[in-house]
């Protein structure tokens, strides 16, 4: 049951971080972008995943993966304010902008398999 109860605040407590960027976007868009880089997605999983009990080389080993894969996620920022500039609407552009960035995972992903070295 506390299980249960942990996991419930984890998910609240991760959607109120994500809620209150979107909030301070209305009135800060630097200061929401500020805090929207900070890694705290991959903070609060590090959290989450040394209280659930995982190893050190887990937590060494996700966070490996994430410097990788940071770099697909550019692909978004850079790709969606190009096809709005270019005239494109906004969902369209975001939709581009996503499937580049998902593409881009891909890629990074077969390439992290094919040079990751054996431990």
Not at 53 to 65: R, T, V, W
Not at 87 to 94: E, T, V
């Amino acid at each position: 049951m506390n299980s249960l109860i942990f996991d419930g605040f984890k998910i609240l407590f991760t959607a109120l971080i994500i809620f209150a960027v979107a909030q301070l976007s209305q009135r800060d868009t630097l200061f929401a972008a500020l805090l929207a880089s900070v890694p705290l997605v991959s903070v609060l999983a590090m959290i989450w995943m040394n209280h659930d009990g995982a190893s050190g080389e887990e937590i060494i080993n996700f966070s490996k993966h994430i410097v990788w894969l940071v770099l697909p996620s550019v692909l978004l920022f850079i790709v969606m304010p190009e096809l709005i500039e270019r005239g494109w609407s906004f969902y369209p552009a975001l939709g581009g902008g996503l499937s580049a960035t998902i593409i881009g995972y891909f890629v990074m992903i077969e390439l992290i398999k094919r040079f990751q070295t054996v431990t």
